[in-house]
């Protein structure tokens, strides 16, 4: 494939980083500590909405394939090496214990490739002494240290509070639809690579929703597993008069819990973690956010699809397993099947 770095005006609308260039920028395939990333002077890229919002991202696909990547493999995994390749990524951190052995093959054949890999660990269990080992590890690799990392951590707080208003605003307030939570929430992954504009763009936003009329609605969903790889899901859900007013994995990358230090914030982060830490999370939302049922989205060839069955037994909320494969529309299938659970739910009171 031969792909160039592409200028800064190519770049999605939200994710425009600070002065991209291949060489200052660390690709990242999940939500990881960005405060270190930042704190050594680099450009946090997150691949996956570098991925999931490039024109043609079913083509992204297709490459990778061409390359040699498995047609039976989640197509993310594709997206993500396709994304590293059209940037001329030199730099990707690779999470190796609290992702995926998917994600753990993919670092392994960009490693083969070429690109500079820097291994990082979410401890089973959410040791904090293991995290902080590896958090002062990556920032020695990166070339920091955590004091500067824990100074970033203070600035990101302040940034990251807009979205949590963000997240308040759509399930107490009603003003923001479940789609712009999401890519409030999911941007937070990278900040954009230029936190300023970020926080700048957080603000307007934050001051212009206030204003709105509320989301009229008869059904409260709550949306639960990674981001969805097909587009016209909250659209769609919107048209049915849905307001998603929960979206669980994209809400973790906020970082939404009040925390001292970055060991305490990334061991309560739940996404690398156990099922049950979900459950936990995802509960007391369905709660507190007054949720009538829950679409579960599932990757196609994605161990987290196992999950479904936690899920549904601790859950006491109608469940909607949704499961795609690659990027596209809702098909007739699952619009039917959308429809129906909606429908059902409206009946439920
Ligand atoms: S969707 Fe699942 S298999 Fe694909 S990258 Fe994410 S965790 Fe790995």
């Known amino acids: ?54 024109d043609e991202p079913l083509w992204l696909v297709e490459k990778a394939e061409d390359a040699g990547l498995p047609r039976n493999n989640c197509a993310w995994i594709k997206g993500l090496f396709s994304a590293t390749k059209k940037l001329n990524i030199k730099k990707v951190l690779g999470v190796i214990e609290g992702d995926c052995s998917n994600t753990h093959a993919l670092m392994e ?18 040791d904090r002494t293991l995290l902080r080992a590896q958090l002062s590890g990556l920032a020695g690799a990166l070339g920091t240290d955590m004091e500067k990392a824990e100074a970033v951590k203070g600035e990101l707080d302040r940034v990251r509070a807009h979205v949590h ?11 923001v639809t479940g789609e712009e939570n999401h890519i409030w929430n999911v941007s937070t992954s990278d900040m954009m690579g230029n936190v300023e504009l970020f926080e700048e763009k957080a603000k307007a936003f934050v001051e ?22 097909c587009g016209g899901i909250y659209d769609f859900l919107e048209g049915l008069g849905v307001h998603v007013v929960f979206n669980e994995i994209q809400r973790q990358f906020s970082m939404p819990y009040k925390t001292d230090d970055l060991a305490e914030q990334y061991s309560r982060y739940t996404y690398p973690y156990d099922a049950h830490g979900r459950l936990e999370d995802i509960a007391c939302e369905v709660k507190r956010r007054n949720i009538h049922g829950i679409i579960h989205y599932v990757q196609s060839f994605c161990f987290r699809n196992i999950f479904d069955t936690v899920f549904r037994k601790g859950l006491d909320v109608p469940i909607l397993t949704l499961e795609c ?14 429809e ?10």
Do not use: W
Request: hydrophobic share 35%.
């Open 1 to 54: 494939m031969e792909f160039v770095f592409p200028d800064t005006t190519e770049f999605p609308a939200l994710l425009v980083p600070k002065e991209p260039s291949p060489e200052n920028s660390v690709g990242i395939t999940t939500t990881v500590p960005i405060e270190i990333i930042f704190a050594s002077g680099h450009v946090p890229v997150d691949l996956n909405n570098i991925f999931i919002t490039d």
């Open 109 to 126: 054949v960009l490693g083969e490739g070429g690109v500079d890999v820097i291994p990082f660990k979410y401890p089973y269990g959410r």
């Open 165 to 175: 208003e963000i997240d308040r605003l759509t399930c107490e307030e009603s003003k």
């Open 208 to 229: 212009e929703a206030r204003e709105r009329i509320p989301v009229r609605h008869t059904v409260r969903l709550g949306y639960i597993g990674i981001p969805p790889i």
């Open 325 to 338: 494969d690659r990027p596209g529309g809702v098909d007739g299938q699952m619009r039917t099947r959308i």
């Open 340 to 349: 129906a659970f909606v429908e059902m739910l409206r009946k439920r009171g």
